[in-house]
């Protein structure tokens, strides 16, 4: 098993910026891929970002791209997400999530953390 823990979530203003932690503990060699995702309330889950352990590939949904950036830290098995130029429409549980690969990572991952909420205000 793999345990994930979020961190960092809070509320903000539009136009801000925050940071999501999340670490990575237990069988670890296991995962090879983490994502984030997110769920606004009474809408479904959907997919943010993903980063490859190996090689640091990264894949971003459309409506992030160039104001979100993941990364991880591979010594601290911790992904992050650089979040900038915050809007309300951000707003959200986001969720870390890991996979053996980043093709199922994207669709379909094998573990999940308990989410942590960011709320943008205008």
């Known amino acids: 098993q793999v345990q994930l823990v979020e961190s960092g979530g809070g509320a903000v203003q539009t136009g801000d910026s925050l940071r999501l932690s999340c670490a990575a503990s237990g069988r670890t060699f296991s995962t090879n891929a983490m994502a984030w995702f997110r769920q606004a309330s009474g809408k479904e889950r959907e997919f943010v970002a993903a980063?490859?352990?190996?090689?640091?590939?990264?894949y971003y949904t459309n409506s992030v791209k160039g104001r979100f950036a993941i990364s991880r830290d591979n010594a601290k098995n911790t992904v992050y997400l650089q979040m900038s130029s915050l809007k309300p429409e951000d707003t959200a549980v986001y969720y870390c999530?890991?996979?053996?690969?980043?093709?199922?990572?994207?669709?379909?991952?094998?573990?999940w953390g308990q989410g942590t909420q960011v709320t943008v205000s205008s």
């Open positions: 999530a890991a996979a053996r690969s980043i093709l199922i990572v994207q669709k379909t991952p094998e573990y």
């Open positions: 980063i490859n352990w190996s090689f640091g590939n990264t």
